[in-house]
């Protein structure tokens, strides 16, 4: 029999995972899964191992945050028995106006405010890409050294120039 560990996974492969859609953010942005566990107990358990341990993928660690679900992340859930929906025009000299026009304002000022991060996040992203193909070239740059170096050894070319400077050369 497995560990529990192995257990857990297993369980985890045979509940319903759902992705949850980011709207306001690129293709390239981060993702979102809703995962749902056999009990209660089980998901409390990975959301704190989650916590504890990096989530790694091919020896790098990396980011993720796991939290129990609420009612307000989903887009679907039931209305709130006897809450209606009402719209309306309002005259400028009710009382509501004001506020409607502060809940306007901080919309605006949220979608201003989004958009700004957004445009942050496309610059750090340019950034690291920008820093992934540096550290390509640099990889590349070095195993072409290595590749030349061994290529010296193996057809006998550093031990001719030895010979000829009369330096000792040990085969690598």
């Known amino acids: 029999m497995g560990t529990s560990a192995e257990e857990v996974y297993a369980a985890f492969l045979e509940k319903s995972v759902q992705f949850i859609s980011i709207y306001l953010e690129s293709k390239n942005a981060p993702q979102a899964a809703l995962v749902e566990m056999e009990n209660p107990k089980q998901a409390s358990s990975i959301i704190t191992e989650m ?3 990096p989530f790694m993928i091919l020896g790098m660690p990396r980011p993720i945050r796991a939290s129990a679900a609420r009612l307000e992340m989903f887009d679907d859930r039931p209305r709130k028995p006897g809450r209606k929906i009402l719209c309306r025009w309002l005259d400028p000299k009710e009382p509501e106006f004001q506020v ?3 809940l306007k304002c901080a919309v605006r000022k949220h979608a201003a405010e989004t958009l700004a991060m957004l445009e942050v996040n496309l610059e750090q992203r340019a950034e ?3 820093l992934a193909s540096q550290q390509s070239e640099t990889l590349l740059a070095q195993y072409k050294k290595y590749d030349l ?3 010296v050894f193996e057809d006998g070319s550093a031990k ?5 400077y009369e330096m000792p050369v040990a085969d690598a």
């Open 128 to 130: 690291e890409e920008k």
């Open 100 to 102: 409607a026009k502060k």
């Open 149 to 151: 170096l061994q290529a």
């Open 160 to 164: 001719r120039l030895g010979r000829h």
């Open 51 to 53: 916590g504890s341990y």
